[in-house]
């Protein structure tokens, strides 16, 4: 799935994240993005994004944000699988 944004030049294809959602207006949810989203992302103009990983940021991404002087909030949540869930 993608959206095609059409241009005097080229036609650019921007591609959402995995699990990309619209939350509520100006609002969104996703899986962690990749470099072919950052298009769909700058579309987006984004002003702060909240990382729930535990993992550090990846390095490519905080250049992105960083080049966008958009701000990252980092909160570990470790996960729980689905044993887990069960032994519950």
Known sequence: MGLILEGEENDQVLLPPSNFSLV???IFRS??????????????NLRSIIYLCPEPYPEENLDFLRSRNI???Q?????KTMLEIIQF
């Open 71 to 73: 701000r990252l909030f």
């Open 24 to 26: 509520e207006d100006g």
């Open 75 to 79: 909160f570990g949540i470790e996960g």
């Open 31 to 44: 899986g962690s993005p990749q470099s072919s989203n950052f298009p769909f992302l700058d579309s987006l």
